[in-house]
């Protein structure tokens, strides 16, 4: 009987794994060679190894990590969230609406006091004002919103440790 898969199952990773996951995370544009001379194996159990981790999902997808301080000045804000009620249907609706606002680039279901933390990123105070008036201020279902504006940022990892 075969097992169904659940969200919850994960893939086996290996020691290599976990090496190849570290090396792209660092440097996306390494080449299967470089990735292979790094963890002590030829190219093609490299490559097959690269090829697994994409489409079992372990690997998302690859992107560039922009300086911010080298394009524009932004600002960036934590807002914590408590929606008043918390229905499937108006959490669901609510997750919809502010996942496609461009302001937002992170969201997090949260425990605790808040139900839900965002992350907002604006050129300047007249930028976030409006998002918070307009945009966030319109949406239904919100009992309270808090706004913490990031004085600097002291870490900043896109990655995750193996």
Known sequence: MKKEQTDFDFP???ETDCQLLNL?????KLT???LA??????PTPVHDRIKRLETSGVINHYAAVVNREKVEPVIIFFVNIVLKEHSTRLGGEFIKRITVMKEIVEVYNIGGEFDFMIKVVVH???AYKNFFVKKLG???N???????????????????PF
């Open 12 to 14: 086996v990773l290996d």
């Open 24 to 28: 792209l995370q660092q440097d996306g």
């Open 32 to 34: 299967v060679r470089d």
């Open 37 to 42: 001379s790094k963890v002590n194996l030829s």
């Open 124 to 126: 300047d105070m007249g």
């Open 138 to 140: 319109e949406l239904p």
């Open 142 to 160: 919100i009992a309270r919103l808090q706004s913490i504006i990031v004085l600097d940022t002291l870490k900043y990892e896109t990655g995750i």
